[in-house]
């Protein structure tokens, strides 16, 4: 039994709570958030997204209690004294979306913990995408990266393997994100980011191609793209555009893809489809991506592109509870 805590109780946070929660080899023992906690309880229990929780949840003292199983709750904000080894917290889940370096991250440990799991991508810790790099994952600090990353790594490292890659271009469709603003307003990150994201489709940066290639080295300056935010609040589609290094076809892809979703390796992680999803199909989906096999073309035998669905917050969220359970 992995006895994990939660630091920064957001979208991310909330999720591995639910999901570890369904998990037999897990157990969430606290959770370190500077909201209050009858505020972290409302919120784990109603989701505008997911919905209201189905499990009971109070607030009892300095504990939020889950179906009466307790977990403590504390509002600290140096991490080097949250109570980890009091606790015996053997993984911490850093999602606060601040602590994100090895130096910062590397505090969990001085307060008592085992490893640390840094849900977003770093610049200075491993990259591990599970099912892609899972091995990687054995260091005491590590990037889960992003949800962009995890749902086109496994494809990657897929048709890279099986049929070869020369070099690849990604334009993820994204739901909005805490990091949009909801009316017009100035934005420090970049400007499109500061227009309403209730009713603007958003071209942005992304980081999830770079990303990729620190799980999938041999990509490096190989793999780059962008994102396009758009009004919905969750339910996300990466679209892969490469050129082949042999000859191929659509057939052949999706024979590919298809085979390695059954494998051991990716059968949790990588699902096919060729009915005719939608992104509100993909809520709650596990999978890191889903392939929607109807989308597969292939230009004059090399030029291929691959659609991927995901549910940005519980297929990333997913994959980040597989990796700790192979800690």
């Known amino acids: 039994m992995k006895r994990i805590a939660i630091n920064g109780f ?22 370190n958030d500077l909201m209050s906690i009858d505020n972290a309880a409302y919120l784990l229990k109603y989701d505008s997204n997911y919905g209201k929780y189905d499990k009971e949840v109070r607030v009892e003292g300095n504990n939020i209690l889950v179906d009466g199983k307790a977990i403590a709750y504390h509002s600290i904000r140096d991490i080097e004294q949250l109570p980890w080894k009091a606790v ?28 640390v799991v840094i849900s977003g991508p770093t610049k200075d810790t491993p ?30 490292e897929i048709l890279g393997r099986r049929l070869g890659i020369k070099k690849a271009i990604l334009n993820t469709t994204h739901g909005y994100t805490a990091s949009q603003a909801l009316v017009d307003a100035p934005s420090k990150r970049e400007p499109r980011m500061g227009r309403a994201a209730g009713i603007n489709l958003a071209p ?40 082949a290094a042999r000859a191929t076809d659509v057939e052949e892809i999706n024979r590919i893809l298809t085979e390695e979703s059954e494998t051991e ?8 489809t060729s009915e005719p999803l939608v992104s509100t199909d993909i809520i709650k989906s596990p999978f890191a991506a889903t392939i929607d096999l109807e989308m597969t073309r292939v230009v004059d035998g090399d030029l291929v592109k691959v659609m991927a669905w995901y549910d940005n917050e519980w297929g990333f969220t997913s994959q980040m509870i597989r990796q700790i359970q192979s800690i």
Do not use: W
């Open 204 to 243: 942005a940066a992304t980081g999830a191609a770079i990303a990729t290639t620190k799980a999938l080295p041999q990509y490096a300056g190989k793999f780059d793209g962008i994102a396009v935010r758009v009004p919905v609040p969750v339910g996300s589609i990466s679209d892969i555009t490469f050129i």
């Open 265 to 272: 390796r990716y059968n949790q992680v990588v699902a096919v």
């Open 88 to 115: 015996q917290a053997d993984v911490v889940i850093e999602s606060t979306g601040i602590f994100t370096n090895n130096a910062d991250a590397q505090k969990h440990l001085t307060a008592g913990a085992s490893y």
């Open 10 to 31: 957001g979208r991310i946070g909330r999720a591995a709570l639910k999901i570890a929660a369904e998990t037999a080899d897990l157990e969430i023992v606290a959770i």
């Open 127 to 156: 990259t591990v995408v599970h099912g892609v790099n899972t091995e990687d994952g054995k260091v005491s600090v590590f990037s889960c990266a992003s949800c962009t990353t995890n749902s086109i790594s496994p494809v990657i």
